[in-house]
Structure formats: C-alpha cells, structure tokens
Nanobody
C-alpha cells in the first residue's frame, strides 16, 4: 500500500504560481510512476502530468505544457507539480496518484493508477 498526501493548494491570481507537493508513505516509492490529475467544477477528472519511477521521463497534457513542471525526489518520497502562468481554467481539485511501474511507459489513464491522494484545491482568480 502507498498513502499519498497532497499539499500546496490555495487561491492565486491569474498569472501567478503555485507548487503542489505529494508526500508518499508505505512501500518504496521509487518503484512507482506518479501523476497529477485534476477535476474542475462539473468536469470529469483529467490527466495533467506524469513522471516515471526515476524521473527520467515526463508527460504533460497539452493544456499545461510549457507552464507546469512535474518532478520528484525519491529520497524524500515526494512528487511536485510546479504551476506557473496560472489561468482561471486551471481551477480544480488536484490529485496525486501512483502505480507500480519501473519501465519507460507512463500512463495518462485514471484506471491505471492504483493509489490516490485526497486532493488539494487550486483556485485561480481572474
């Protein structure tokens, strides 16, 4: 089992920045791929970004590419999402997720992720 706890959400003006953190506990987190998803009001949960077990490869949704950066520190069992140039449409609950995977393929599909955090609210005002 892996437990995930997100932090760092909040209220920010458009154009501002936030950094989300996802602290993992339980099994060896370095054996897990990790991702960030978000769910805005009235929307389905959508993929934001993902990173391989060792941080060697990342993937981003087109809507955040060039503005968001996913990274990880396996020594701290933590995954980060640096969000810059935030827009009102980025407003959502952001979820951290993970699944056991030590190859170069990383998934964008919700159903592939076995472990989820409780979510953290990000609100971007215009």
């Amino acid at each position: 089992q892996v437990q995930l706890v997100e932090s760092g959400g909040g209220l920010v003006q458009a154009g501002g920045s936030l950094r989300l953190s996802c602290a993992a506990s339980g099994r060896t987190f370095s054996r897990y791929a990790a991702g960030w998803f978000r769910q805005g009001p009235g929307n389905e949960r959508e993929f934001v970004a993902a990173i391989t077990w060792n941080g060697g490869r990342t993937d981003y949704a087109d809507s955040v590419k060039g503005r968001f950066t996913i990274s990880r520190d396996n020594a701290k069992s933590t995954v980060y999402l640096q969000m810059n140039s935030l827009k009102p449409e980025d407003t959502a609950v952001y979820y951290c997720a993970a699944y056991a995977n030590m190859n170069w393929l990383i998934s964008r599909r919700n159903q592939d992720y076995a472990y989820w955090g409780q979510g953290t609210q990000v609100t971007v005002s215009s």
